[in-house]
């Protein structure tokens, strides 16, 4: 179910239920396997990977219980959810990002909106892949800015556009589809150089509609000489 849901195929949770039951899962209720379904996506929680929409993570399950689903599923293959796995280290991000882009359908991702701070030699963000993949995809290789083409295709063979936070995570920030933008090197480097960049994030959240103003916090005493917010 999980597979068919990163794809945007569709498919019938009941169905599948009722195939367990009449199969690997005979005697067991309705009920007793859609529980077995959350402390799946418990396990997947736990692996900070996706996991299928209509069953939440079950609460409370035991430390035992969900190591050992945990370790039954890394029994199977799961390496088609490493690219959503959140990261800090900028070139598996970037590997990350490629892998999901290439990807025929990519759902809107949930991102994160309190992203972990991953402490360095300098400091960087957990960046979530899915979200960058999904703006970039959305963007189809034009700027969301200026509306131009991608300036060049990048070396992964797409058009190379550049993620932009509008309001930044060293601001607090969401990791969001609804707070980030593709943009063309020019127009990134507006948003963090140029006189008028307050007056072009305005720009942005009037032309992008899925784009939703957030409030700016202060930055934690000690964060502004390790954060390089030109890449956020």
């Known amino acids: 179910m999980l597979r068919s849901e990163l794809k945007g195929e569709p498919y019938n949770k009941a169905e599948v239920n009722r195939q367990l039951r009449d199969g690997p899962l005979a005697g067991r209720t309705k009920a007793s396997v859609e529980f077995r379904m959350q402390?799946?996506?418990a396990a997947l929680y736990e692996l900070k990977t996706p996991y299928i929409a209509g069953y939440l993570p079950a609460r409370n399950i035991g430390t035992a219980v969900k190591e050992k689903m945990v370790a039954l599923l890394q029994l199977h293959d799961i390496a088609f959810l490493t690219a959503y796995v959140p990261t800090a280290?900028?070139?598996?991000?970037a590997a990350q990002v490629s892998t999901l882009r290439n990807q025929a359908y990519l759902k809107i991702p949930t991102g994160s909106k309190h992203p972990q701070l991953a402490l360095k030699t300098?400091?960087?963000y957990v960046r979530d892949p899915a979200v960058k993949a999904w703006v970039l995809k959305v963007a189809d290789g034009m700027c969301e800015g200026c509306d131009q083409a991608a300036p060049?295709?990048?070396?992964?063979?797409?058009?190379?556009?550049?993620?932009?936070?509008?309001m930044p995570l060293a601001s607090h920030g969401s990791d969001t589809p609804t707070n980030a933008v593709a943009l063309c090197p020019n127009c990134h480097r507006r948003c963090h150089y140029a006189n008028d960049?307050?007056?072009f994030k305005l720009h942005l959240y009037e032309k992008i509609p899925r784009l939703?103003?957030?409030?700016p916090e202060p930055l934690d005493a000690g964060t502004y000489a390790s954060i390089d917010v030109g890449r956020t």
């Not at 060049?152 to 993620?163: A, K, M, Q, T, W």
């Open 39 to 41: 402390n799946i996506s």
């Open 89 to 93: 280290d900028a070139a598996a991000l």
């Open 122 to 124: 300098s400091a960087s």
């Open 152 to 166: 060049f295709i990048g070396n992964d063979g797409l058009p190379y556009l550049e993620v932009h936070h509008v």
């Open 197 to 199: 960049s307050d007056e």
């Open 212 to 215: 939703r103003l957030e409030v």
